[in-house]
């Protein structure tokens, strides 16, 4: 599993920049007016730091934004990163300004030059983020090499404070990546239990539910969408009670971990990409580790339905007719809307075992939401007003994409089947609400709920701001956030 660049904190010491090797970051205001920290840098290299912020190619970087001097005369470092950064920001550009840092440390030392910035939170997260690799199948990376980034600041205590938090939730980002990037003949549904069961190791009780206590339990819909495939489907529970014995808030996650599309079987262009299929799964899992790392204050559960779509002469087919865990008969049309086969069960299972305070489900469900909103915010589905409106503004601090869509009785209709109580597919217009009316079918009628269908930021084809291209760990920093603003204390 990747592991998080080493950062440390250590106390100001200007006589300590003459001798560092790597790199060196200093922050210059728009106005050009050098700290104690720059001053050292500039006298160091000979007045070099001062031309260049009194160029014009400082005054065309945008807030955030870094640029570089090579081989600096005068100091042992291979690189002085100049980044444009006012003493106070908005979170997006701290972030922005760390992913300047991270995007450039690679494997090497970097000494940041902090000074008396106490608030480092957003440019640590940025810079923890954009180090981000996934390298465990080349043969040729060195495993064990990391950035190693020094924060040098005037107040070492008060920033390691807020920093252990940031670490936190940048593990959980990196597990959830490190999941969803996995290739499918390594990310089994056996093996991905068991990587959710390591996570016992930090405090979070795991029970793994079998094929024969799924089936036990009535969830005929989840296994249906597995009867094709040789890996056997699994609900894996996870619980972090951090506050006594309030009900607790559940995460549902989807986690197919191949999607061929059964015997609905999808193009083979891009098929090799369904190996995300299970980034829900990897949200809530990355949610979880979060939580127990930093010992939230709040009873959380997450429970992932584990499955593989495959197309076999035991897979189901179109037109079949199979009953919920709830008792509700869904007429099959297209084995390739098989995700919310498999949370409905869960949703189910969740809300009759555990009665949370509140539900919210991930999935990467629709190819409609990214016709809809392309690869830059994910589809928000809600029946509770307050519950969205505390998750948008938790995605929004964190800078995760996330937009509120509709539900009605005129999508539900749509579903309506001729032979069962519902169909798992409505047609072609609105897509994604449709799959949602389907999932709120099996959300009972007290209980706050967010569908949050992330089939466009689980994974990007080229490298965001925070990450490079493939799996983003979408949702971890604005759950996180969640829990915190509204289910912590």
Avoid at 234 to 263: H, N, Q, R, Y
Avoid at 344 to 371: K, N, S
Avoid at 376 to 382: I, P, Q, T
Avoid at 394 to 406: F, I, L, N, S, T
Wanted: aromatic share 6%.
């Amino acid at each position: 599993m990747t592991e998080l660049a080493k950062l440390t904190i250590c106390e100001t010491s200007l006589d300590q920049i003459s001798e560092t090797r790597g790199r060196i970051v200093v922050f210059v205001p728009e106005s050009g007016k050098l700290d104690q920290f720059g001053r050292r840098v500039n006298r160091l290299m000979r007045g070099a730091l001062e031309r260049f912020v009194e160029s014009t190619a400082f005054s065309k970087l945008s807030e955030g934004d870094a640029a570089e001097l090579a081989f600096p005369t005068g100091l042992h470092v291979e690189a002085v990163q100049v980044i444009r950064l006012d003493r106070r920001s908005s979170p997006e550009v701290e972030r922005r300004a760390g992913a300047a840092i991270g995007g450039a440390a690679a494997r090497g030392s970097v000494l940041v030059l902090a000074g008396g910035r106490q608030k480092l939170e957003h440019l640590a997260m940025g810079c923890l983020l954009k180090t981000y690799e996934f390298v465990d199948h080349k043969t040729t990376e060195d495993k064990d090499e990391r950035p190693d980034i020094t924060l040098m600041v005037s107040k070492p205590d008060t920033v390691r404070a807020d920093i252990k938090r940031i670490q936190a939730v940048a593990e959980g980002v990196f597990f959830a990546r490190d999941l969803v990037n996995e290739p499918a003949n390594v990310l089994t549904t056996e093996s991905f239990a068991e990587r959710l069961e390591e996570l016992r190791d930090i405090g979070l009780r795991v029970e793994v539910l079998e094929e024969d206590q799924l089936e036990a339990l009535g969830m005929r819909t989840l296994l249906a969408v597995g009867y094709g495939s040789e890996s056997p489907s699994k609900v894996v529970v996870m619980k972090w009670t951090g506050s006594g014995t309030e009900a607790p808030l559940a995460l549902i996650g989807k986690g197919v971990v191949f999607d061929t599309g059964g015997i609905s079987l999808k193009p083979a262009g891009g098929m090799e990409d369904m190996t995300m299929d299970m980034g829900g799964a990897g949200t809530v899992a990355g949610v979880m580790k979060t939580l127990a790392l930093r010992k939230a204050a709040a009873n959380v559960v997450g429970v992932v339905g584990l499955v593989e779509n495959m197309p076999d002469g035991r897979a189901q087919r179109p037109g079949d007719v199979v009953r919920s865990m709830k008792g509700d008969t869904v007429e099959v049309i297209n084995t390739d809307a098989e995700g919310r086969l498999v949370l409905c069960d869960v949703m189910w299972y969740a809300q009759e075992h555990f009665e949370p305070r509140a539900m919210i489900d991930l999935a990467t469900l629709t190819g409609a939401v990214i016709v809809a909103l392309g690869h830059e915010n994910a589809g928000v589905f809600s029946n509770d007003d307050a519950l969205a409106t505390s998750f948008l503004s938790a995605a929004k601090a964190e800078g995760e994409g996330a937009w509120r869509m509709p539900l009605g009785d005129g999508y539900a209709r749509a579903l309506k089947s001729r032979i069962a109580d519902v169909k798992n597919v409505g047609g072609r217009p609105a897509g994604s609400i449709t799959a949602a009316e389907f999932l709120q079918r099996f959300v009972r009628d007290d209980m706050p709920w967010i569908h949050l269908d992330i089939a466009g930021v689980a994974s990007l084809s080229a490298a965001s701001e925070l990450a490079p291209k493939g799996a983003t760990g979408w949702g971890v920093r604005a759950l996180d956030r969640l829990v915190s603003d509204r289910f912590e204390g």
